[in-house]
């Protein structure tokens, strides 16, 4: 049995694994996420490969601090973050009770923005990695060095990040070097017509078990924020 996941975490899934096809969880990604003998020992590989909570915060806490709150708070807008916990059948399982994320890497992930009360100027989101536990909280999330340095086209100081949106208007903030926290932020678009929702694809581009300076089996939490033009949290 995993020696990540909590017994909470375990009930869960073994309640709820039924479902998932491995094969098209792997995808073309070329995971081996079952190799049989593995299969026997521990059935949640796939799941302590990628165990993400989602969370939803604005906080006034500076992203340059070093721990950030994780506070739900939906501020002044009602920001809201959302995800369709039906939305997929096979890339991922999303425990409503435990709101936490299993899923793999490099699957696209969307999640669904809105705000009730949409000012009229332009509003940013951030999306910060953080670990969940208290005695993490002070460090950064970095991608591991064997992911790190895998073929991919982007630019150097993306190849630090853990989280990416395939939002083209992404922009990847923080330096590794200044042993900086990690995020990235995306223009909120305006929903379609007939949606108040706007949805971002996101995916995750390392594994909790990858070793330091990765996660090295520690669990994180996605905090989202809602920024103005000039980048300040918005209250
Ligand atoms: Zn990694």
């Known amino acids: ?62 992203v340059t601090e070093n721990v950030l709150t994780n506070e739900e708070y939906t ?3 009602n920001f809201e973050v959302l995800i369709d916990p039906y939305g997929s059948k096979n890339a991922w399982v999303y425990s409503v009770p435990l709101n936490k994320v299993y899923m ?11 705000v009730h009360d949409r000012p009229d100027f332009p509003l940013y989101i951030r999306t910060t990695p953080v670990y969940s536990a208290p ?24 190849r630090h990040h853990i989280i990416r949106c395939n939002n083209r208007l992404a922009e990847y903030e923080g330096e590794k070097s200044r ?15 007939g949606t108040e929702n706007v949805r971002e694809m996101f995916e995750f581009v390392c594994k909790n078990s990858c070793p330091v300076p990765g ?19 918005l209250l």
């Open 104 to 114: 793999n890497m490099k699957i696209p992930f969307p999640v669904d923005f809105r």
């Open 1 to 62: 049995m995993s020696d990540i996941l909590s017994p909470e975490d375990q009930h869960y899934l073994l309640n709820n694994l039924g479902p998932i096809n491995v094969d098209e969880v792997a995808g073309n990604f070329n995971y081996n996420l079952f190799p049989e003998e593995v299969e026997q020992e521990n059935d949640f590989l796939i799941i302590e490969d990628y165990k993400c909570e989602i969370d939803k915060t604005i906080t006034p806490a500076p």
């Open 135 to 158: 005695q993490f909280a002070h460090e950064n999330v970095y991608r591991c060095i064997n992911h790190e340095f895998a073929p991919e086209d982007v630019q150097n100081h993306v």
């Open 75 to 77: 501020g002044p807008y």
């Open 179 to 193: 042993n900086e926290r990690l995020s990235v932020v995306i223009p909120f678009a305006m929903p379609q017509t």
């Open 215 to 233: 996660m090295n089996r520690r669990s994180i939490e996605v905090i989202f924020t809602l920024e103005d033009m000039s980048l300040n949290f």
